[in-house]
């Protein structure tokens, strides 16, 4: 017999961090960081067809200072890697990140001196969006799994800057995707 059993119907018990990462995860504020083709069907995402105020991301932020998730939409070329990085360390914490697109995600068809293999070698990602460019609905479930996934589960409290600062050090310590091998190699 346990306290649920004891309080009248119609009263619900949670614990703060549940409500807190609830909310957070229904109010996600993107940056912009459309870097090329991609970036087209990032903005039809917020366009009408696809509305992206519906899930509870009004508007995309042009200052870092104000977003808390950060859509690497195209490819990142290694004189762009150092701006992607500056305005990724200006976001508050807690933030997120979205690779959208094959060429965000491990560069794509160029690989060549020019193009960085993949944006996890400058920023720790959340959620690979793969495809090319990768349809708008795509970025619709790819939001939704970060939602889901990584946003509610988000440590909030004493020691949030601390397990992010490890995770992030994990992320960006771990094999990028162009060293990795699939189960054939």
């Known amino acids: 017999m346990g306290l649920e059993e004891k309080i009248p119907a ?6 703060v961090e549940a409500v807190l990462g609830w909310a957070r995860a229904r109010s996600p504020w993107p940056v912009t960081m459309g870097l090329a083709c991609c970036a087209i069907e990032m903005m039809a995402f917020g366009a009408v ?3 992206a105020s519906r899930i509870g991301m009004e508007v995309f932020r042009a200052s870092p200072r104000h977003a808390d998730l950060m859509l ?12 992607v990085r500056r305005i990724y360390d200006q976001m508050p914490d807690p933030k997120w990140v979205i690779a959208m697109g094959a060429c965000a995600s491990s560069g794509g068809m160029f690989n060549n001196y ?17 495809g090319c460019p990768p349809r708008p609905e795509m970025l619709i479930n790819a939001i939704f799994e970060l939602r889901n996934n990584v946003i ?12 992010a600062r490890r995770m992030e050090a994990a992320a960006l310590a771990a094999a990028p995707l162009s060293e990795q091998k699939g189960l054939l190699a």
């Open 49 to 51: 067809g696809t509305d």
């Open 152 to 163: 509610e589960k988000a440590p909030i409290g004493k020691h949030r800057e601390e397990v």
């Open 10 to 15: 119609g009263v619900g018990l949670t614990t």
């Open 114 to 130: 020019a193009i960085v293999q993949g944006v996890d070698h400058i920023v720790p990602v959340d959620v690979y969006l793969p």
């Open 72 to 83: 690497v939409s195209g490819r990142v070329s290694h004189k762009m890697a150092p701006v």
